[in-house]
């Protein structure tokens, strides 16, 4: 017996090696390698991924036995699961059980059942020299027999040397053709897109990811600082995808009281509480057959959490004082700019939940890491504000200079809101490099840091703003933000504004930051005329 596997593994390599250094496309080959290993030697649903430098992720280039759309979701950060352990290790692993593992996330979906087909698992580097540049892996079934997994690391090592030398020679031969292929200035799809404004390396990796996953159903998590667009990136994701003839519904769950949040997803009948004097259709109901995009997804709380995690993992829900059960087709977008590992792990955010959300996980780049986009956002945004206030306005000589030394802390949003003010203060039809506070103030922006920076470091929440005191003739006023009267209304609004653009002008979240209610806030949001800024 031992033999015989021997003459099977010799051919195996054998043939493998001639089909690698034969062939001129490599995806076709490294496919054949792997149907190779299945028909000799048994090495079943086996998968070559390889390393994306421009994504920093481990990607599936080849994998014969899976679908497309499994195949799309295969996308591990380095140390994220075993193929980004084995990746980030440079070491083999051999599990007898694969269902056993913890680490093990299948979060292609193409492990079925494994409980009645219990799977073995061997995976290995892919390496050129001590360069480890993707991962090979294999599964076979395991019904309680001996296993050889030891022999089976060691000849798929040989053939991760095979394939690492000819995956070389492919980044080698053409880093001009093979980048202009991994980073198209646009994806075609997303051309109609007006809104997504840039064209630096950063953004293009977002939107070929966008392009890649706008066709699967696969969840989509956006994360990102705020201001960053994820609203933008949720439309994007939809109107790419063979749903965008369906509804994008929009839910901000950091609004939504928990008392509410049921009734909003859900919805509700008639007379299932005190006030609901008609029947309601939920949000999950009124996205069926599109996209449901989740908003600050990390504000729910607790009890929200159950809730939303057992209508994804079912798709099935009843209106409050309903009985009947109702299916939904639904694909979710969820977005926040929260720390969410941390949150499981200070156990304010449910694992499972955090699993069910990141299948795949977008990462929006704040402006500061983009900034060869800050010219172009700028003229997109002025040339709206323009049509919007009903009057010509340009860039005049300086004003880029002043806005890249700017600290811009709200990204996209805040710059807008820059502009806009210089717009509204400026008396000619270009803007000046006077017409922006921070350009008197080292980069300050618009005053928002003197108003908001917090003394404690960083990584210290940010202690509530404090109130204007009310006018008394034994308590002199406290003292507003720069150029506003001390205990007047317009320090409160400064006040109240400031804090919505840090918040994202999301008002339970400015509520919290100013040691209000979200009651408190509305009421300033009408009484002061707010307008609020959507991105």
């Given at each position: ?309 057992r209508a994804l993992q079912e798709r099935q829900f009843e209106r409050i004082g309903g009985r009947r059960t109702v299916t939904v087709d639904v694909r979710l977008v969820a977005a926040t700019n929260r720390d969410l590992e941390e949150m499981v792990r200070a156990g304010t955010f449910r694992l499972d939940l955090y699993h069910r959300l990141s299948v795949v996980t977008l990462e929006l780049p704040p402006l500061r890491d983009r900034p060869e986009d800050l010219a172009a956002l700028a003229q997109h945004f002025l040339a709206a504000l323009a049509e ?148």
């Amino acid at each position: 017996m031992d033999a015989r596997r021997a003459e099977l593994e010799a051919e195996t390599l054998y043939e493998i090696g001639k089909v690698l250094s034969l062939s001129t496309d490599l995806n076709k080959a490294f496919t054949s390698a792997l149907n190779l290993l299945a028909l000799y030697l048994g090495m079943e649903n086996g998968t070559l991924s390889l390393f994306d430098p421009v994504t920093g992720e481990v990607f599936i280039e080849a994998a014969p036995e899976m679908r497309d759309e499994e195949r799309i979701l295969g996308r591990f950060r380095p140390g994220e699961g075993l193929v980004g352990r084995i990746f980030a290790n440079g070491m083999p692993v051999a599990i007898p059980d694969i269902a056993r593992e913890p680490v093990f996330l299948n979060r292609t979906g193409s492990w079925r059942d494994l409980e009645r087909d219990p799977r073995a698992f061997v995976g290995v580097p892919v390496q050129d020299g001590r360069a480890v540049l993707g991962v090979l892996t294999v599964d076979r079934p395991h019904r309680g027999g001996p296993l050889s997994l030891g022999r089976d690391v060691r000849l798929l090592t040989a053939v991760a040397h095979l394939m690492g030398a000819r995956v070389r020679l492919m980044q080698l031969e053409s880093p001009q053709r093979r980048a202009a292929q991994d980073l198209p200035p646009v994806a075609p799809e997303l051309e109609r897109f007006p809104g997504v404004v840039g064209h630096g390396q950063r953004m293009r990796e977002v939107l070929r990811l966008v392009s890649r996953v706008a066709r699967s159903r696969a969840t989509v998590l956006l994360r990102g600082e705020s201001g960053t667009g994820k609203e933008l990136f949720a439309h994007a994701l939809h109107e790419a995808s063979p749903r965008a003839e369906r509804p994008f519904v929009a839910v901000n769950c950091a609004a939504l009281p928990e008392a509410l949040v049921e009734s909003e997803l859900f919805g509700h009948e008639k007379g299932a509480f005190t006030g609901a004097a008609a029947a309601r259709p939920g949000r999950f109901e009124q996205a069926d057959g599109g996209t449901l995009f989740l908003d600050e997804v990390g504000e729910l709380s607790p009890g929200a959490q159950a809730k939303l995690l057992r209508a994804l993992q079912e798709r099935q829900f009843e209106r409050i004082g309903g009985r009947r059960t109702v299916t939904v087709d639904v694909r979710l977008v969820a977005a926040t700019n929260r720390d969410l590992e941390e949150m499981v792990r200070a156990g304010t955010f449910r694992l499972d939940l955090y699993h069910r959300l990141s299948v795949v996980t977008l990462e929006l780049p704040p402006l500061r890491d983009r900034p060869e986009d800050l010219a172009a956002l700028a003229q997109h945004f002025l040339a709206a504000l323009a049509e919007e206030h009903g009057r010509p306005a340009s860039l005049g000589p300086g004003v880029l200079e002043v806005l890249r030394a700017c600290r811009l802390s709200g990204n996209a949003r805040q710059l807008r809101n820059c502009l806009e003010r210089a717009l509204v203060s400026s008396t000619g039809d270009a803007l000046g490099r006077d017409d922006f506070p921070c350009a008197r103030a080292g980069g300050v922006p618009c005053m928002l840091e003197r108003v908001l920076e917090p003394a404690a470091p960083r990584a210290a929440a940010p202690a509530p703003l404090p109130l204007p005191p009310p006018a008394s003739p034994a308590a002199p006023p406290a003292p507003g933000p720069a150029g506003a009267a001390p205990g007047t209304e317009a320090a409160d609004r400064a006040r109240v504004l400031a804090a919505l653009e840090r918040c994202g002008y999301v008002q339970a979240k400015a509520a919290r930051l100013l040691g209000m209610t979200y009651r408190q806030v509305a009421y300033r949001v009408r009484k002061y005329g707010i307008a609020m800024e959507r991105l």
